[in-house]
């Protein structure tokens, strides 16, 4: 099975004084603003590391929902939280740590075998073994 999913980003203007707009094939996001205020201050709106956070944090706890259920076991709540760092070092930004925060429920589970079945499901989502993915790029200049 493969599956692709889509994202729209807009942008115009510089580095701080311009804004961008982040759509979602789902709809999830529509026309979504963000820009340096929202991703260096506090003006409402959203930013890359959010997101990526957002999707770290929901793959992660899709599958150990799902390693857990391999395991006979149910999880009455699985509340995870990501903590995404962005540093600049050297004159550039860099995301150099992700720090998931989970409180799970899960009747029957001992605390070593959970443990261990979360480990594997960080090491397993798919948005982990993104961050060390192939990333490829299509660029043109258009008009």
Known sequence: MILKRHAVVSWAGGFKGGKGNISTESGALESYPYGYSNRFGDQKGTNPEEL??????????????????????TATALDTQAEVTLEQL?????????????RAFVPGADSESFAA???????G???SKALNAEITLDAALVG
């Open 52 to 73: 990526l956070g957002a999707a770290h944090a929901s793959c992660f706890t899709m599958a150990l929902s799902r390693l857990l259920e391999e395991e006979g076991l």
């Open 90 to 102: 050297e004159g550039s930004f860099k995301i150099t740590k992700i720090n998931l925060k989970l």
């Open 117 to 123: 079945i979360a480990a594997k499901a960080k090491q």
């Open 125 to 127: 989502c798919p948005i």
